[in-house]
């Protein structure tokens, strides 16, 4: 009975999961030939690591490349992009349409497709680029395959900004058990208040003289996107990357969506089934107002094109 329930249930979330790709009216994915306008190409300097495009979605630029190359390129070095790297979502474009300030925090950053509801609206705002699932780079899936990654190698080290204490030590704990080999070399849980209330130029100070090559904030949207833009402006030697709730599920401290709701782009339901008092307004409302700036995009897109002709 159990069996026949779950079934149920993954069978609804499918069909929706494909009435929202329907809403976006996802494209069937192309092959890379004819890039569009909206697209810029990127020669990037790390060795074996030809190049990233980037297509837009609302204000947002979406870099595309894969999880594989980005990791290599964090653990090497040789990251070729801005030094401060945000892993965005649908609800990354929504704030970022209300607030021009955070628009231009993630257009002078790198961004990444963290949801695919997101890799959804590329395919169908820039058909032409390739975007498909292989594309997505979740933070929370990132964090844990750099400190894999980055075991044992000579000068590269991780710093944790966010969080709460309790969930640092808990966060310091796991990468101890499950990552012995990757280098911790400090910590901190800033106070919950706006970030020009912070004495950012502490925890600068802090992360410079731990020598960390790898700053990890995980402060929410879009605190921490203005926070790791902030901190790179001034310390550009290492990179702050801004990664969400991934401080909590590796520390085990919130529950991650099972695997099939992440594959059908349902992650976004698992987590308001769990905090639904604290995210109903952001998931609810906030998935029309994306579904509707992706729409207004596409259709801005098919009258550039009718009049171009």
């Given at each position: 009975?159990?069996?026949?329930?779950?079934?149920?249930?993954?069978?609804?979330?499918?069909?929706?999961s494909?009435?929202?790709m329907?809403?976006?009216?996802?494209?069937?994915?192309r092959?890379?030939?004819?890039?569009?306008e909206?697209q810029?190409?990127?020669v990037?300097?790390?060795?074996g690591?030809?190049q990233?495009?980037?297509?837009?979605?609302?204000?947002?630029p979406?870099?595309?490349t894969?999880?594989?190359?980005?990791?290599?390129?964090?653990?090497?070095?040789?990251?070729?992009?801005?030094?401060?790297?945000?892993?965005?979502?649908?609800?990354?474009v929504?704030?970022?349409?209300?607030?021009?300030?955070l628009?231009?925090?993630?257009?002078r950053?790198?961004?990444y497709?963290?949801?695919?509801?997101?890799i959804?609206?590329?395919?169908?705002?820039d058909?032409?680029?390739?975007?498909?699932?292989?594309?997505?780079v979740?933070?929370?899936?990132?964090?844990?395959?750099?400190?894999?990654?980055?075991?044992?190698?000579?000068?590269?080290?991780?710093?944790?900004?966010?969080?709460?204490e309790?969930?640092?030590?808990?966060?310091?704990?796991?990468?101890?058990?499950?990552?012995?080999g990757?280098?911790?070399?400090?910590?901190?849980?800033?106070?919950?208040?706006?970030?020009?209330?912070v004495?950012?130029?502490?925890?600068?100070q802090?992360?410079?003289?731990?020598?960390?090559?790898?700053v990890?904030?995980?402060?929410?949207?879009?605190?921490?996107?203005?926070?790791?833009?902030?901190?790179?402006d001034?310390d550009?030697?290492?990179?702050?990357?801004?990664?969400?709730?991934?401080?909590d599920?590796?520390?085990?401290?919130?529950?991650?969506?099972?695997?099939?709701?992440?594959?059908?782009g349902?992650?976004?339901l698992?987590r308001?089934?769990?905090?639904?008092?604290?995210?109903?307004?952001?998931?609810?409302?906030?998935?029309?107002?994306?579904?509707w700036?992706v729409?207004?995009?596409?259709?801005?897109?098919?009258?550039r094109?009718?009049?171009?002709?």
């Amino acid at each position: 009975m159990r069996e026949q329930s779950a079934q149920s249930v993954r069978t609804a979330a499918t069909w929706l999961s494909r009435r929202l790709m329907t809403l976006l009216r996802v494209s069937p994915q192309r092959s890379n030939k004819g890039r569009s306008e909206n697209q810029v190409v990127r020669v990037m300097e790390a060795e074996g690591v030809v190049q990233e495009s980037m297509s837009r979605v609302g204000d947002v630029p979406i870099t595309q490349t894969s999880p594989e190359k980005l990791v290599a390129s964090l653990c090497d070095r040789s990251h070729a992009g801005s030094r401060h790297l945000h892993f965005t979502n649908a609800y990354s474009v929504i704030s970022a349409r209300h607030d021009p300030a955070l628009a231009q925090v993630f257009q002078r950053g790198s961004c990444y497709p963290d949801g695919l509801p997101l890799i959804w609206a590329l395919r169908g705002v820039d058909p032409n680029a390739g975007w498909s699932k292989a594309a997505r780079v979740r933070g929370p899936d990132l964090f844990p395959h750099v400190l894999a990654a980055s075991q044992d190698l000579r000068g590269v080290s991780h710093y944790l900004l966010g969080g709460t204490e309790d969930v640092l030590e808990q966060l310091q704990k796991a990468i101890a058990v499950n990552f012995p080999g990757a280098v911790v070399a400090g910590a901190a849980s800033p106070p919950f208040r706006p970030v020009h209330d912070v004495d950012w130029q502490g925890h600068l100070q802090d992360i410079r003289a731990s020598g960390a090559t790898h700053v990890w904030v995980g402060l929410g949207t879009p605190k921490q996107d203005f926070v790791a833009e902030l901190l790179s402006d001034a310390d550009p030697y290492r990179l702050y990357l801004a990664v969400g709730a991934a401080f909590d599920f590796v520390a085990g401290t919130t529950k991650i969506a099972p695997k099939w709701m992440q594959d059908n782009g349902l992650e976004w339901l698992f987590r308001l089934a769990t905090e639904p008092r604290r995210l109903w307004r952001r998931y609810l409302i906030g998935n029309v107002k994306f579904i509707w700036i992706v729409a207004a995009q596409r259709c801005g897109m098919r009258t550039r094109q009718r009049n171009s002709k």
